[in-house]
């Protein structure tokens, strides 16, 4: 049954949307040149240009009003156009900064040498339903949601939900799987996620910004974070991931949020406790700045960091200088509590602020 397709914009993300395959076993899409309408990054270095992630985007526009502030001589462009879209904006020279949810990996740095990874702050990933009658939050993990996302559970009501959930009254209700019909960060995580927890169920060959979803009755495409928000908000039975950063409002659409299983088996709901204590399991970030942040063996199990994209190498030496001064003021100051926690996310170890930083000052023009 083909699936349906509905696509929905998010707030002041005007750009159209790119969809980007990525190659098997990626972190992300081997950036091309995009469609998007971004534009072009100014040579006197007075405006500064993004496009990217819907996770990022609220954050993002938190960021460009204090800095309007402390820099009112700098303008700031954003757009939330997807993981996908902003990579490829970035290595095409449209955008100064391209979003992502999404890491390049050694092999894509190797194919785009010219490209950087740079860690911004620490987000975090939902699984959010809207399921008849169901007020506890439910327990789910990446074998169950492989079944779904496969078309092997169909059903609200279906053993393996109910195995994990003892107590918990299930509807006989048809399960509306929503995933995103763009080019996502959120993708990425999701699919990772359900791979590090059950290689069997759900392959590695399909994790990447853009995959090919399995056919499944119902299933809906939306375009962005703020569209699967809209989606599920209004569709009985649906299932969809979320960035952290839309969890208020998911809350105020009625919407339930999961508790995942970490590693061992624990299931975790997506708190700055649980966070903070998936974080402290990782090692910091690496000299590239990639570093997967998924499947924790303790504390909520689908988190990343948050990365600019960005070419090593800007058009002028102007431009190098505004980028480098507003990637310095996120790590000092755009990172601090104070602006993330409004979006549920966390700072940033202090080692990897360190490594991102290195990768800022190494931009020049």
Request: hydrophobic share 40%.
């Amino acid at each position: 049954m083909a699936k349906k397709i509905r696509l929905a914009y998010t707030a002041a993300a005007l750009i159209p949307l790119t969809l980007l395959a990525a190659a098997c076993g990626s972190s992300s899409p081997t950036p091309s040149a995009s469609s998007s309408s971004a534009p072009p990054a100014s040579a006197n270095g007075k405006t500064i240009s993004e496009t990217g992630s819907t996770l990022l985007f609220p954050l993002f526009g938190t960021w460009q009003s204090a800095y309007n502030t402390a820099d009112p001589s700098v303008t700031i462009t954003s757009g939330g156009t997807g993981s996908g879209t902003g990579i490829a904006d970035a290595a095409a020279g449209l955008v100064n900064i391209g979003a992502s949810d999404a890491y390049l990996s050694s092999s894509d740095l190797a194919q785009n040498p010219g490209l950087l990874n740079i860690p911004l702050t620490v987000a975090a990933v939902d699984v959010n339903y809207n399921v008849t009658g169901v007020k506890k939050p439910l327990n789910l993990n990446g074998t169950v949601l492989a079944g779904i996302y496969t078309g092997k559970i169909t059903m609200w009501n279906d053993s393996a939900i109910a195995k994990l959930n003892p107590g918990v009254t299930l509807p006989s209700e048809k399960i509306v799987a929503l995933h995103r019909g763009d080019s996502s960060g959120s993708t990425f995580l999701f699919t990772s996620y359900m791979n590090a927890q059950d290689p069997g169920a759900w392959s590695s060959s399909n994790i990447g910004t853009t995959i090919t979803w399995p056919s499944t009755p119902g299933a809906l495409a939306e375009t962005g974070s703020g569209g699967m928000l809209s989606a599920c908000g209004t569709t009985k039975g649906c299932i969809a991931y979320l960035g952290i950063s839309y969890l208020t409002k998911a809350a105020a659409a009625g919407l339930g949020t999961a508790s995942l299983a970490d590693k061992s088996g624990k299931f975790e709901a997506p708190t700055t406790a649980t966070i903070t204590s998936a974080l402290s399991s990782f090692p910091a970030a690496p000299a590239s700045g990639a570093e997967p942040l998924i499947n924790s063996s303790s504390g909520y199990p689908i988190i990343n960091y948050e990365y600019a994209i960005v070419k090593k190498t800007q058009p002028s030496a102007a431009e190098a200088t505004a980028v480098k001064a507003f990637l310095n003021w996120i790590l000092k100051t755009g990172d601090a509590t104070t602006y993330v926690s409004t979006v549920g996310f966390l700072p940033m170890p202090t080692a990897t602020t360190t490594v991102a930083t290195t990768l800022v000052n190494s931009i020049s023009g």
